[in-house]
């Protein structure tokens, strides 16, 4: 049968010996080959020859030539070397390669390398890494720890798959959290792990604050603004010129007001509505955050450098000064404020009837929490004043009309609450909740979208940014449907995708099954991104629709308003379609950088928390399988945790990946997706563990 290992070595030796060929019995004796493993040797030599990974001629086996191998470049992946796996892949534009760890030379995640492709086989690629063309970074964020003499580095980022050296110290102590500048990258075949200086001490690792620190370390987070972008804000006015307001449509006797969490500070969106006799004028305000910062300032440029505004429990690092976030651009209560308003007509049938956007200036006349927007549709005690809840219950009223609009259309209605922490006041967590998506939520969503939606239509007749939600792959949503089927759920794939997913929803009988499934249905989209080319967004169901109402985070909306600005004032476009494509490329990039730290530091938090929980036992349900493992999200808190298969031992389990089910063999216990369990936390190390004990 054929022999991984001995084809390693076989490719081996014909690459790197001076003789140029060797017959059968030559290999054999060169390799050692004993008597039992005669037809293994045969069978690999067959196997290789086959997968043109050697050549045969006359008899005699030889190494391909090296011209002969496509040579390609992308970014090596490193997540199954975290998972203890014995292969990683590299990432290009066309394919995915398969590259087993001892022909990764000292790559590292994220890395940019050239590798050569040497065989096909089931429609998969295989390659060795020949050359590191670019690191990712040369700075790492870890925990010193010490091993008999040897003191290492061990990176917080599990994709990192080996320990570093440490050669300078710095002062740091075992158990600290360091940042660490790498020197010599080392050498992977003589057993060399890379070496590096301490560079910062954040502090003992565990600490709420040090950990976040240490993810802002990591992913190269700017904290603070260079001193040139905090000069360029003394030459911005706080107070806003007579001149400027004469030439704006003048709102601020319209009653306004802004709903956001609590926690905000800065407010960059603000609604209005009039009801009339025969229609209803919706009224979104954006704040002009444009008219400040222009093309070619250090403000504009440190934007570019940011790409958004970055959200970490109890941090937040702005994509704005707070001069501009949150004063002079917050649409604070009782200050007058420069916005860009979206003014909608609808009929009594909530049906838009007109449409337009003006520069305006507005004076917002209260600021409201999302609770306290919920206390007043839910009928309970509040303090509102009763004009303003007037016009929320009216807003009340062409929100659901919208949703069901948009649901119709095949709008995807997702539950996928988000981790809420809660803190002492010490600044450690000491609860965890699941996010609830309320009607107060919803209505802010609502109105937003429609906003956004009408401004990437007045800009679609020329280059400008998108926010775009490309349909999914189909060989995804077929594999989504032989799942669901196996649990009684059907996908009909004849209609179009956001109507199938939009019924498989409807049809799920319980919160356990969306627990499970709207998570796997958001798995087999693909994300959402920036991008000059309109590609429809498909989770929202809309032909056109771009990013315009956070100026104040994100850079996209920055871009937008200038458009849509100079487009009011019939003024030239400020950018050529090279320059949006290159802002479409940072935003989305940014974006990406945010949700992955965003997220380690979730993960970070979440098994800082459960560490308290050792011993304590909780239901929960299965919301994945592994071949390996069962992964399990507790009802008490928003956190799931592995139950390694080998830990079941009241029978021998063999997973049935057909119909996504472990089996026991001897008393045919079954384990399946949405089957409600109890747990005890056994174990947090780089993840949490669960010992399963119903």
């Keep these: 049968m054929f022999d991984k290992n001995l084809a390693y070595v076989i490719e081996k030796l014909l690459k790197e010996s001076t003789d140029n060929r060797f017959k059968l019995k030559e290999i054999e004796k060169i390799l050692r080959i004993r008597k039992y493993k005669h037809k293994d040797l045969i069978d690999t030599l067959f196997a290789l020859v086959r997968e043109k990974r050697i050549k045969l001629k006359a008899r005699k086996y030889s190494a391909l030539d090296d011209e002969k191998f496509e040579t390609i470049t992308g970014s090596f992946d490193a997540r199954s070397l975290a998972k203890n796996k014995s292969y990683a892949f590299v990432i290009t534009e066309k394919f995915d390669i398969y590259v087993s760890s001892e022909d990764i030379l000292n790559a590292y995640h994220n890395d940019q390398v050239e590798i050569q492709i040497k065989y096909s086989r089931n429609r998969k690629k295989y390659g060795i890494i020949t050359k590191i063309i670019s690191r990712k970074s040369d700075i790492f964020v870890g925990v010193v720890q010490k091993y008999g003499n040897q003191i290492y580095l061990t990176p917080d980022n599990s994709r990192i798959h080996t320990n570093f050296n440490i050669n300078d110290l710095n002062d740091a102590k075992p158990g600290e959290k360091v940042v660490l500048k790498i020197l010599n990258w080392g050498n992977r075949e003589l057993q060399k792990l890379p070496i590096g200086d301490v560079t910062e001490v954040l502090g003992k690792a565990g600490e709420p604050e040090v950990e976040i620190l240490s993810v802002i370390k990591q992913y190269g987070l700017p904290l603070v603004f260079p001193e040139q972008v905090l000069a360029e804000l003394k030459d911005i006015p706080e107070i806003i010129p007579e001149s400027e307001i004469k030439n704006r449509i003048d709102l601020r006797d319209l009653i306004t007001f ?81 916005t860009v308003t979206v003014i909608t007509e609808f009929d009594n049938s909530y049906n838009i009837i007109n449409q337009e956007v003006v520069e305006s200036i507005i004076e917002s006349n209260a600021r409201f929490s999302y609770e306290e927007i919920d206390a007043l549709f839910d009928k309970q005690e509040h303090e509102i004043p009763s004009d303003i809840a007037e016009i929320l219950l009216e807003m009340r009223k062409l929100s659901s009309a919208l949703i069901q609009k948009r649901i119709n259309n095949g709008y995807l209605q997702l539950n996928i609450p988000e981790t809420e922490y809660i803190f002492d006041d010490t600044g450690h967590i000491i609860d965890l909740q699941r996010s609830k998506q309320t009607e107060s939520h919803i209505l802010i969503e609502n109105f937003m979208l429609i906003a956004n939606e009408y401004i990437a239509g007045q800009l679609s007749d020329k280059p400008t ?12 949503v077929m594999n989504m449907k032989d799942i669901v089927e ?13 109507l199938s997913f939009q019924k498989l929803l409807e049809a799920m009988p319980d919160n356990s099954f969306h627990r499970v499934f ?70 989305s990039e940014r974006e990406l950088i945010a949700d992955e730290s965003e997220r380690e530091v979730d993960i970070k938090n979440k098994l800082n928390f459960m560490k308290k929980k050792l011993g304590e036992e909780y239901e929960g349900i299965i919301v994945a399988l592994r071949k390996n493992a069962i992964i399990i999200e507790i009802d008490r808190y928003p956190v799931t945790g592995v139950v390694p298969i080998q830990s079941l031992k009241d029978d021998y389990y063999e997973y049935n990946e057909q119909y996504m089910r472990f089996f026991g063999r001897k008393k045919g216990n079954i384990y399946k997706l949405t089957d409600k369990v109890k747990v005890l936390v056994s174990l947090i190390s780089d993840d949490i563990y669960f010992q399963l004990i119903k």
């Design 486 to 498: 196996k649990y009684e759920l059907e996908l009909t794939t004849q209609i179009n995708f956001n």
């Design 258 to 338: 802004t709903i956001d969490p609590v926690s905000a500070k800065d407010f960059d969106d603000a609604i209005s509505l009039e009801k009339q006799k025969d229609k209803v004028i919706l009224y979104v305000h954006i704040a002009d955050v444009a008219h400040y910062i222009q093309p070619g300032s250090n403000l504009f440029n440190e934007v570019l450098n940011r790409g958004n505004s970055y959200y970490f429990p109890k941090k937040v690092i702005p994509m704005l000064p707070e001069k501009i976030s949150n004063k002079i651009c917050s649409l604070r209560p009782f200050e007058t404020k420069l």
């Design 465 to 476: 940014l998108y926010r775009i939600h490309e349909i999914p792959d189909e060989e995804k």
């Design 518 to 587: 709207d998570r796997m249905i958001l798995r087999s989209m693909k994300k959402a991104k920036y991008s000059i080319l309109n590609q429809g967004h498909f989770g929202l169901a809309m032909d056109t629709y771009t990013h315009f109402t956070s100026p104040i985070r994100r850079l996209c909306d920055l871009i937008v308003h200038h458009q849509i600005k100079d487009r009011i004032n019939s003024r030239s476009d400020k950018f050529n379609k090279p320059e949006l494509k290159t802002f479409a490329e940072i935003a």
